[in-house]
């Protein structure tokens, strides 16, 4: 069955950018959307954004300027990208699948934290 | 931008039937979906598009929507259904999905 590992620094400093790539095993990357969640501690979860496996993109427009979500489907690889993080940007980045927008995130990854701090 | 509405905390018996909802405007128009989420866990897809169920989901996990609440119904409760439940829908006006705030289920 088709599984999503998240992977990527676990710590990262403040103004810098954070990096993560989802690996997507079982199964094709393709005709599907690839999105990031991220969840702060001891909060909900914030939908960051997606992209469909040609290249099109959407973004929350609350992080739209720091973010940027693009696709490898030679890897089966989809990452994210988050610019100037501040420690508001400590959190929780799970990445999962839909089958169109509308659709529900049927598989997640199992997360990944990360810190940002100095 | 598109907000969900859900209690933050919601207490049930064992056996008894457990009720979370899910306010938005108009939210009968839209496909809600419902996530439960244990302690150091990835969330799991409990019901979809209003109230389907993923296979490997209990019957006793339901779901409704009309009008401006959407509701999961867990019935029969069991100590092991204590967790976060979030609900989840597109919204097309901002090209964005948008979570609720979460509710956590206390099996007393």
């Known amino acids: 069955q088709v599984q999503l590992q998240e992977s990527g620094p676990g710590l990262v400093k403040p103004s810098e950018t954070l990096s993560l790539t989802c690996t997507v095993s079982?199964?094709?990357?393709?005709?599907?959307?690839w999105t990031w969640i991220r969840q702060p501690p001891g909060k909900g979860l914030e939908w960051i954004g997606h992209?469909?496996?040609?290249?099109?993109?959407s973004y929350n427009s609350s992080l739209k300027s720091r973010v940027t979500i693009s696709v490898d489907t030679s890897k089966n690889q989809f990452s994210l990208r988050l610019s100037s993080v501040t420690a508001a940007d400590t959190a929780e980045y799970y990445c999962?699948?839909?089958?169109?927008?509308?659709?529900?995130?049927?598989?997640w990854g199992q997360g990944t934290m990360v810190t940002v701090s100095s | 931008s598109y907000v969900l509405t859900q209690p933050p905390s919601v207490s049930v018996a064992p056996g008894q039937t457990a009720r979370i909802t899910c306010g938005g405007n108009?939210?009968?128009?839209?496909?809600v979906h419902w996530y439960q989420q244990k302690p150091g866990q990835a969330p799991v897809l409990v019901v979809y598009?209003?109230?389907d169920r993923p296979s490997g989901i209990p019957e006793r996990f339901s779901g409704s929507n009309s009008g401006n609440t959407a509701t999961l119904t867990i019935s029969r409760v069991e100590a092991g259904d204590e967790a976060d439940y979030y609900c989840?829908?597109?919204?097309?006006?901002?090209?964005?999905?948008?979570f609720g705030g979460g509710t956590q289920l206390t099996v007393l």
């Open positions: 999962a699948r839909q089958a169109t927008i509308f659709d529900a995130f049927d598989i």
């Open positions: 079982g199964g094709s990357i393709s005709t599907y959307y």
């Open positions: 992209i469909y496996y040609i290249g099109t993109t």
């Open positions: 108009n939210i009968g128009s839209k496909s």
């Open positions: 598009d209003d109230s």
């Open positions: 989840q829908v597109w919204d097309s006006s901002s090209d964005s999905a948008v």
